[in-house]
């Protein structure tokens, strides 16, 4: 980092309620969207990290509502979970600013906010085991539930539509018609999936619209690496591990199949959502069971039978929603996701369509898995 954006980040780190000198700042994380940092202080000789994010401005247009939503639902979980010695591990914890806000703004109206740093945890870019996928699956289904009796108001939207695929598609074509880097001519075959998908991508927004799923609050971004795991857990043992739900930006008012299929999404394809060797990108059954029954064994309590028939086709319809999303990116010359290459967001786009078909080639065995957890849970 040059001096002067290290310097400029002292200035912002200053505001906030923290005590001790400060040590370091280094970028941090793999995330697309916001920048994120951790520092490290010295308080009174124990040495003590913080994460700081700078929100993106472009996404969340109103970082105030966000940051409220965030506390409201940070506040809620720890009240649950008050009598855990380890709470601060399970549930973000928010710095707020000297003046109390939890938010500060920089000299360019930037919005930052500050979280105790997790120690000794990690996150997965791919699930290595069945035990791997059945504890995100626990994970997400304990966050639902733990967000299911967050007393009103309504969370704000904090990205209006943000996984209503009819508004997707429209964006796509809109810069499928500008063209604005002459890429679409490249993107021949992944265009083509998309059109001759898009009716049935369709099944999950207009499920929510017409009330056949009910509304819930859940995360929106369940992709795996924003689930911190405690690395000194023991998956093997009938406890799950110790976790930490991280990337709230986007919890709001959504259905539960949103989180669903970015986990099956994220959780089952064998490679990482960039894998350019496509054939090594494959949906994987046995990963696939173990994460149904981990989210089932925490949501099934709640889920309704018009949701659990729709989970299958969740993660398909959330591999081409991502999918459509990186394609549109890729044709608007990039102007949402982080790339580290040009072809970064057609690779991606590529991944998802590609782990579509491995889905597909698959789809009788899926559906059976997944009506053996459900005749399971209701006996
Ligand atoms: P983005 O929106 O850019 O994805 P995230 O909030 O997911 O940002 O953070 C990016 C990465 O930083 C995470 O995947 C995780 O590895 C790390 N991280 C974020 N917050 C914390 C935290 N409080 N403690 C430890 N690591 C964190
Ligand atoms: C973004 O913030 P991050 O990197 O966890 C995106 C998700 C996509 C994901 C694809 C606010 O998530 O919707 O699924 O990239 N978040 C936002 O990797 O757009
Ligand atoms: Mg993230």
Request: one cysteine or more.
């Amino acid at each position: 980092m040059d001096e002067s954006k290290t310097r400029r980040l002292w200035d912002v780190l200053d505001q906030f309620a923290l005590y001790g000198e400060l040590e370091t700042i280094e970028p941090f994380g793999r995330g697309h969207i916001n920048s994120t940092f951790r520092s490290r202080w010295n308080q009174a000789g124990v040495r003590v990290r913080y994460t700081h994010q700078r929100i993106n401005e472009r996404v969340f247009i109103h970082p105030d509502e966000v940051m409220e939503n965030i506390s409201r639902v940070t506040g809620h979980i720890a009240k649950k979970l008050q009598n855990l010695s380890d709470r601060s591990r399970r549930v973000l914890s928010v710095v707020p600013s000297r003046d109390r806000k939890p938010y500060v703004r920089d000299s360019e109206g930037g919005w930052w906010r500050t979280y105790l740093f997790i120690e000794d945890a990690h996150t997965l870019e791919v699930a290595e085991s069945p035990d791997d996928a059945r504890f995100l699956g626990a994970s997400v289904g304990c966050f639902q539930k733990q967000l299911a009796d967050l007393p009103p108001p309504r969370l704000f939207d904090a990205i209006p539509d943000f996984h209503n695929m009819e508004k997707r598609y429209l964006s796509f074509y809109e810069a499928l018609e500008k063209d604005v880097r002459g890429r679409a001519a490249a993107a021949k075959p992944e265009i083509a999936f998309m059109r001759e998908n898009e009716e049935r991508g369709a099944v999950l927004i207009r499920a929510l619209r017409d009330g056949s799923i009910p509304e819930r609050i859940c995360h929106n971004d369940t992709k795996m690496n924003n689930i911190l795991i405690d690395d000194n857990s023991d998956y093997s043992g009938t406890e799950y591990p110790v976790s930490c739900v991280l990337d709230l930006d986007t919890v709001m008012p959504g259905t539960s199949l949103f989180d669903v299929g970015d986990l099956i999404r994220t959780v089952t394809n064998r490679a990482e959502e960039d894998e350019r060797d496509l054939s090594r990108v494959a949906f994987d059954c046995r990963l696939f069971e173990a994460l149904i029954e981990g989210y089932f064994s925490e949501a099934g309590e709640f889920l309704l039978p018009e949701e659990t028939a729709l989970i299958v086709e969740s993660g398909r319809n959330f591999a081409q929603l991502m999918g459509l999303r990186f394609l549109t990116d890729y044709l608007g010359g990039d102007p949402y996701y982080q790339i580290a290459r040009p072809e970064h967001n057609l690779d991606r786009c590529k991944n998802q369509i590609a782990l579509i078909h491995s889905m597909d080639s698959q789809w009788g065995e899926v559906e059976r898995i997944a009506a053996g957890i459900v005749r399971r849970l209701n006996r």
